[in-house]
């Protein structure tokens, strides 16, 4: 994955590499960028907020937070803590879940990325059983993950 490739979120809070072939565009209903595969399963979204410059949270808590909201509990060895560059952190979990309209059981890969100025939450999902060759993708793209805190904001 090159920097040449990387995309700038809509508000300017980080930058990302898609994996090779991904789309990119902004989610134009929830804010954010959406990153899919043009033949694919799944779809990436991350959606980025301010935080304080000085301390940031710890991303796994913001991710048992966000986890919690969704009655979803995971054991602290199912959370993978991932360094990313400029001394951001990023936290991701998968679990499967049942579409409570569809009833159709998904596969989730959720992470939270923390650094000075900024946090950002990403979710992909797909159909489970569909996740085997993007899941891997996804994780590697997350990676990449840049966090730009606002100037003066």
């Known amino acids: 994955m090159s920097d040449a490739q990387r995309v700038r979120d809509p508000d300017g809070r980080f930058t990302l590499v ?22 694919g399963a799944g779809t990436l979204h991350l959606i980025s907020f301010d935080a304080g410059d000085d301390d940031f949270p710890d991303p796994a808590e913001e991710l048992y937070a966000f986890l919690d909201d969704r009655d979803v509990e995971l054991e602290e060895d199912e959370v993978a803590d991932v360094p990313l560059d400029d001394g951001a952190e990023l936290a ?17 890969l959720v992470g939270v990325a923390t650094g000075p100025g900024a946090l950002v939450f990403a979710t992909y999902l797909c159909p489970a059983g569909e996740q085997e060759a993007e899941a891997e993708l996804v994780r590697a793209s997350l990676a990449t993950l840049r966090l730009t805190p606002q100037a003066g904001g």
């Open 18 to 39: 898609p994996p090779p072939g991904w789309s990119t565009a902004p989610d134009e209903e929830e804010g954010g960028l959406e990153v899919w595969p043009a033949e």
């Open 92 to 108: 991701i979990a998968e679990y499967e879940a049942e579409d409570e309209d569809e009833g159709d059981v998904i596969y989730w």
